[in-house]
């Protein structure tokens, strides 16, 4: 299940590493933002012309189709970091300590190795697409309007290598807490409990976040 986390700072080249590329992720987000925004807009744009003109927006179906991955995956990276994907904690939700970051390590490496993986997978498959003696630079396009899909299937890799780096600061981060017994490591969310949680949000709500 997906809770309510804490990421710690500190003056330590880890921490500062965190925020450099937390500054990335969160840019990343927020394109996948604008651009979930701007299929909102296409969205009315179709509705409306079919509506008033009988004409809806052409290519619609080829807008969502290069939309999608940079909705879907520019901002794993970003949610990794704070905590927010879904996960199951029944067993390590009751670990404390040691067992804890250990605990957290393995799963984490896991991750890593299947994101690598999907890193590997994902940039063979822009490569079959991406041809700049091709018109556009593209040896396939979208079915009704011809859109060139090399682009789309570049952000996966691209945002997978961001999911990479911060899989590998996050090791760093639970490896260091278990060799040294540290109850609050920094770069790595932490599970905050209902009292911290409603402090937080105090705080944010209060202007001092």
Do not use: C
């Not at 990343?28 to 807009?41: H, S």
């Not at 994101?115 to 700049?132: K, N, P, T, Y």
């Not at 017994?181 to 105090?202: C, D, F, R, Y």
């Amino acid at each position: 299940m997906a809770g309510s986390f804490a990421v710690m700072r500190d003056s330590s080249l880890l921490s500062r590493l965190d925020r450099a590329l937390y500054g990335l992720e969160r840019f990343f987000a927020l394109i996948a933002g604008i651009f979930a925004f701007g299929l909102m807009v296409l969205a009315v744009v179709s509705v409306t012309g079919r509506n008033l003109f009988n004409e809806p927006l052409p290519g619609y179906v080829d807008w969502i189709e290069a939309f999608m991955p940079l909705i879907a995956i520019l901002g794993v990276s970003y949610v990794q970091r704070d905590g927010g994907h879904i996960r199951m904690d029944i067993v390590v939700g009751a670990l404390k300590g040691r067992a804890l970051w250990l605990a957290e390590f393995l799963t984490t490496f896991g991750i890593l190795i299947l994101i690598l993986a999907l890193v590997w997978g994902s940039w063979a498959h822009f490569d079959r697409s991406f041809d700049m003696t091709k018109p556009l630079w593209s040896r396939d396009s979208s079915i009704d309007i011809g859109l060139p899909i090399w682009p789309s299937k570049l952000v996966v890799p691209v945002a997978f290598s961001v999911m990479s780096l911060r899989l590998l600061l996050q090791l760093w981060g639970f490896g260091r807490a278990f060799v040294r017994g540290e109850e609050t490591p920094v770069a790595v969310p932490l599970i905050m409990s209902v009292a911290e949680q409603a402090a937080a949000e105090a705080e944010h709500i209060q202007g001092r976040d």
